[in-house]
């Protein structure tokens, strides 16, 4: 971590520095219980605990389990305000750590390092109201249901930005990708919009022995399997960016060998950045499942739900961000052109409402060194405190107040 030590040990880094041993254990402690998205009740009452002892005005219940931290500054008469999100929900997985702080929950697990953004934004919270060093307002934004559940968008449902109305709103994720110590973002897409897909194929089942009398779905569904991957090879521009993937596919019953069933069903996801091409890959599957379902005499039907929207970052606060990175970690630790993921993110939800900015934070060289959603994965302890910093000084040089 000395990538940065030397060039940003002051300002809100050099405060929050000393607390990084019980950050840590707090961390740990999370990470020990985890709670899946919706039902983080032990992890939100944690959280407006903690608000509420640092002097933090707090509101719970938004968004079902989200928890909403507001700070004001020494000044408000620049009337601006600053929104900083951290997810809060584990996965359904069982964890294969043995390490002592590892889940007590069977198949639940935080892999995702959730626990670690909670304990940064908590760390930041502290340090904004401790110091408030800023003119204006600090939202500290605990969100629930981020893995799948689209919790981002049951807060802004529940008033989340009418009750809180930040001006701009920023978000970071730990990255095992990256080396602890640098920070990485763009000024444009940084997850693609996520889609989930099935389909059906009806036929008439009957024996295996008299297939002539059989509609067979199995062999349906395999042609649409593969036809299918025709869609972003001869329909996507080579300098566009989608993936098409049929996961699952449930079909009989393995222990009727000579039995063609009646139905199958496929499963999978659709990743694209921009609009156009989700709807085109849209159009062109359900197209694809009905024809090619009809040329064996079969029917085919596909549901195609539009689960998360493209995290997109805005120009002006990828470019703020930045900066501020910059007087962190300096400018050779900063990549401003971070090659966008194909995952999903709910941030983007936030990012629909307002302007704002979701920054990848370097964890890769800690003790589990494994990637995200991996069964042994850990969250680095090592970056709570650069993630708190960073966090702290967005709002510190978005709001200044006195010298900065």
Not at 282 to 297: C, K, P, Q
Request: proline content about 5%; overall charge negative; some cysteine.
């Amino acid at each position: 971590m000395g990538t940065y030590l030397g060039a940003a040990l002051r300002g809100p880094l050099a405060a929050i520095l000393p607390h990084h041993e019980g950050l840590t254990e707090f961390r740990r402690d999370l990470h020990a219980n985890p709670e899946i998205g919706f039902e983080e009740h032990r992890t939100a009452a944690l959280v407006a605990e903690r608000l509420k002892s640092y002097g933090v005005e707090v509101h719970t219940g938004i968004g079902r389990t989200g928890v909403v931290g507001v700070i004001r500054g020494k000044g408000e008469r620049s009337g601006r305000s600053i929104g900083l999100r951290a997810d809060m929900d584990a996965l359904p997985m069982i964890e294969e750590n043995e390490f002592a702080h590892r889940s007590t929950k069977p198949e639940l697990m935080h892999g995702c390092g959730h626990d670690g953004h909670v304990t940064i934004l908590l760390a930041a919270a502290r340090y904004l109201a401790e110091s408030r060093d800023f003119d204006g307002t600090a939202y500290v934004i605990f969100q629930p249901g981020e893995e799948g559940f689209a919790g981002a968008k049951a807060m802004i449902e529940d008033g989340l930005f009418a009750r809180f109305p930040a001006d701009e709103v920023y978000a970071l994720h730990n990255w095992p990708g990256l080396p602890a110590g640098k920070i990485g973002l763009n000024e444009g897409p940084m997850m693609a919009a996520a889609d989930r897909v099935e389909i059906t194929v009806g036929g008439r089942g009957g024996h295996g022995a008299h297939p002539h009398l059989t509609v067979d779905p199995v062999v349906t569904a395999a042609h649409i399997i593969i036809a299918a991957q025709s869609i972003v090879a001869r329909n996507v521009a080579p300098l566009d960016n989608a993936v098409l993937s049929l996961c699952a596919v449930h079909t009989g019953n393995l222990n009727a060998f000579s039995v063609v069933p009646r139905e199958a069903k496929i499963a999978g996801t659709v990743r694209t950045f921009r609009p156009e091409v989700q709807e085109m890959v849209e159009e062109r599957l359900t197209e694809l499942v009905e024809s090619t379902a009809r040329a064996f005499g079969a029917e085919g039907r596909t549901l195609y739900e539009r689960i998360y929207p493209a995290t997109v970052n805005h120009a002006e606060q990828a470019r703020f961000a930045g900066d501020v990175a910059e007087l962190l970690v300096g400018k050779e630790n900063v990549i401003r052109d971070l090659a966008p993921s194909m995952g999903a993110e709910d941030f983007a939800f936030m990012l629909q409402e307002k302007p704002g900015c979701y920054v990848r934070l370097g964890q890769g060289g800690g003790p589990s060194n494994c990637f995200l959603h991996n069964s042994r994965y850990d969250f680095n302890d090592a970056v709570i405190p650069l993630g708190a910093a960073f966090f702290a000084a967005l709002a510190e040089r978005r709001m200044p107040h006195g010298n900065h």
